[in-house]
């Protein structure tokens, strides 16, 4: 690739956001731009820094993911996000289905499983 892909981790657990942010840094065609620690500043950084790929939890304080994902698309039409979702959350099918984008991700996934299929799964996020 001749330019990295730009993303934003947007997740209220430190460990998480850093962990999953270093296996991404370690991928020569991804760069992690940015990190939220809430709803809130997930849509001020995604103003400031236009990422290409955007992981947002869906559970976070101040303003929830689904909220998060909302207010940025309802400006940016184009915006690329993947809700992040923990395996053992209790999230309900109504709320995912107000997303704009069809793709979501298990959290623990992106970190244990497979590391290289689940970059390859991010790189390709404009397919959902």
């Known amino acids: ?9 947007a997740d209220d657990h430190a460990i998480f956001r850093q962990g999953l942010a270093t296996i991404i840094n370690r991928d020569p065609d991804m760069q992690v731009i940015a990190q939220a620690e ?9 103003g400031e820094h236009q990422p290409d790929v955007t992981l947002m939890d869906l559970r976070m304080p101040e303003v929830e993911g689904v909220a998060a994902i909302g ?7 184009s915006a690329r996000i993947i809700p992040l979702l923990s395996l053992w959350e209790n999230t309900n099918a109504e709320s995912l289905s107000e997303l704009p984008s069809p793709c979501f991700a298990y959290k623990l996934e992106l970190l244990l499983e497979n590391k290289s299929s689940k970059l390859d799964y991010i790189k390709v996020s404009e397919l959902c």
């Open 1 to 9: 690739m001749s330019q990295a892909i730009r993303v934003l981790i």
């Open 38 to 46: 809430n709803g809130k500043q997930a849509i001020a950084l995604f």
């Open 71 to 77: 207010a940025i698309c309802a400006v940016v039409k």
